[in-house]
């Protein structure tokens, strides 16, 4: 397990999650209650995984999403939860450009395989 932060003044946690997101081949499952503009442009250009599920409450930009992106709307989720192919972050951040670059944030990056596979099992929960 890796602790991820981001600070006013540590501008890279835009670059990393961008990074995350590329390097994902099979599938980016994202649990956010909060998306805006920037990040759903984020999602549209980094996410080529096979598999990219969105789990979000509704908001204007959800018509912007690429129509690959599987998306479901729930206005009761504060889950904050991104999982990839091998590793999973769990923390505060939203997906939005505040969250992003401007406010102090957490998240934990989990690679460890049992607690992925529990990850991965919770969000099927929610997706259903």
């Known amino acids: 397990m890796e602790i991820i932060h981001s600070t006013p003044d540590l501008l890279d946690f835009f670059d990393m999650i ?4 590329e390097s994902q081949h099979n599938r980016i499952w994202i649990c956010t209650p909060y998306m805006d503009n920037v ?3 984020l999602i549209n ?11 979000t409450r509704k908001n204007r930009h959800m018509d912007e999403l690429d129509k690959r992106i599987h998306l ?3 206005q009761d989720i504060h889950v ?3 999982i990839g192919d091998a590793s999973a972050h769990v923390g505060s951040a939203n997906l939005t450009y505040a969250s992003l670059m401007d ?3 957490l998240l934990l990056k989990i690679d460890d395989p049992d607690i992925l596979t529990g990850l991965a099992g ?3 929960v929610l997706w259903i």
């Open 18 to 21: 961008r990074a995350w997101f």
């Open 45 to 55: 250009s980094s996410c080529k995984a096979k598999d990219v599920r969105v789990i």
């Open 122 to 124: 919770y969000f099927e």
């Open 103 to 105: 406010n102090i944030e």
């Open 72 to 74: 479901k709307l729930n």
């Open 80 to 82: 904050k939860l991104y």
């Open 39 to 41: 990040t759903v442009s």
